[in-house]
Every structure is written in structure tokens, then in C-alpha cells.
């Protein structure tokens, strides 16, 4: 079955933990994306990849990172630098950057108390 | 102000009501236009996409871009219980996934 798969879906971490959240695609897409959706916002990119050993700052990328080792995975570490890190995460891959065409996961919640 | 503004509802109809769902948006450079559809807890599924203004109909559903007002709209036909769902508008303007900015969505029940 083709698809995004994200684990853990459910998370809870204490305050001042790093954690990571698993993102693996088997639809050769060369593109891969991390969202976080907050109620009343709309999506914000936290982190972008579209190659392999390559990534980009999206536009919330203080106190995340990621790496792209494979192309079938796009970890991304919540680390406790993040102020607000208790939030909904959305990882998404498409074949290319461009066109919109956009795929997304099931998505990981991510309680810290 | 935020960059793509939509009224998060939420919005009840009947089944077989026509539901129109709208964004507005301030960067007149946005070309590229989009509408999502995410069921709860679920990662979103993309519904329409549009290039500049006019109509793009699919099935039950229809996207209007109005670039000229900086507005767009969704509109479902003899909507059923299964639309229930948030809606998302989405617009970018180079077409890249890397620049598409989101309105925050609208909570929509079809009620049987």
C-alpha cells in the first residue's frame, strides 16, 4: 500500500525532552515536508527537503531539526528549545516542489507537560 | 492581518444543502490556489486546484478564484454527511509546495 506513515500518532513528553517524530514514504516522491497545525492557524512549515542530504528552513524552524539520509525518510527532532512544541505534526511528501501537489501523513500529536 | 484569512465556523447544514466555503487573502501575487479537505485527526487530502481566476468545477464541487477582490470560494452541491470535515484553502504563488501558505479552516457538519 503506497502512503506516508508517521509514528508515533499519539506522543507525550516532559518539558525539556528532545524528541523525534518518524515520517517514511514508499511513493518515490524526491520531495518531503514537516507542518505543524495549531488551532486557528492555518499549516506553517517547519522544515523542507527536496533531494536527499539536502534540507531547507521552512518558516517556524527554531528549535526543530531534521535530517534526509534516505529518501524514503524525513525524521524531524523536536528539541527543547521549541517554546510551544505541544502541537499537531503533519508530514507531507510530493514528487517534485513545484505543482502542489502535496501528500500528507496521518499526523503525530505531541503533548509536553 | 494575517496572509490568508478564513472564518473557522463552524458551520451546520442539512444533507442535500449547498455549502459555500470562502477565504480572502492580501498578497495579490498569490496565483495558485487551493482547497483541502481534512477529516479529524487526519492528515488533509487535496480536493481542487486552481490557477488564476475563474471556475473549476469537479463533480459536487466547485472552486471560484476572484482575484480582483482577493477572494475565494468553495461551493458543495447536495452536500452529504460524509462532507463533514475541515476545509482548508491554500495559495501560493510561484506554484511551489515550499511557498503555499493556509487559511486556518473551516469546521463543516452535514447533519442528517
Known amino acids: 500500500d503506497g502512503g506516508i506513515t508517521q509514528s508515533p500518532k499519539y506522543l507525550f513528553r516532559k518539558e525539556g525532552q528532545n524528541v523525534t517524530l518518524s515520517c517514511e514514504q514508499n511513493?518515490?516522491?524526491?520531495?518531503m515536508y514537516w507542518y505543524r497545525q495549531d488551532p486557528g492557524q492555518g499549516l506553517r512549515l517547519i522544515y523542507y527537503s527536496q533531494i536527499v542530504n539536502d534540507f531547507q528552513k521552512g518558516d517556524i524552524a527554531e528549535g526543530y531539526s531534521v535530517s534526509r539520509e534516505k529518501k524514503e525518510s524525513f525524521p524531524l527532532t523536536v528539541t527543547s528549545a521549541q517554546k510551544n512544541p505541544t502541537a499537531f505534526y503533519l508530514c507531507?511528501?510530493?514528487?517534485?516542489?513545484?505543482?502542489?501537489?502535496?501528500?500528507f501523513g496521518e499526523g503525530s500529536w505531541l503533548t509536553v507537560v | 492581518q494575517k496572509e490568508v484569512e478564513q472564518d473557522p465556523g463552524p458551520l451546520s447544514v442539512p444533507e442535500g444543502a449547498i455549502v459555500s466555503l470562502n477565504c480572502t487573502y492580501s498578497?495579490?501575487?498569490?496565483?495558485?490556489f487551493m482547497w483541502y479537505r481534512q477529516y479529524s485527526r487526519k492528515g488533509p487530502e487535496l480536493l481542487m486546484y486552481t490557477y488564476s481566476s475563474g471556475n473549476k468545477e469537479d463533480g459536487r464541487f466547485t472552486a471560484q478564484v476572484d482575484k480582483s477582490s482577493k477572494y475565494i470560494s468553495l461551493f458543495i452541491r447536495d452536500s452529504q454527511p460524509s462532507d463533514s470535515a475541515t476545509y482548508l484553502c491554500a495559495m501560493s504563488e510561484r506554484g511551489n509546495n515550499n511557498d503555499m501558505r493556509f487559511g486556518a479552516g473551516t469546521r463543516l457538519t452535514v447533519k442528517p
Open positions: 498578497n495579490s501575487a498569490f496565483q495558485y
Open positions: 507531507a511528501s510530493s514528487p517534485g516542489d513545484s505543482g502542489n501537489t502535496i501528500y
Open positions: 511513493l518515490n516522491h524526491d520531495a
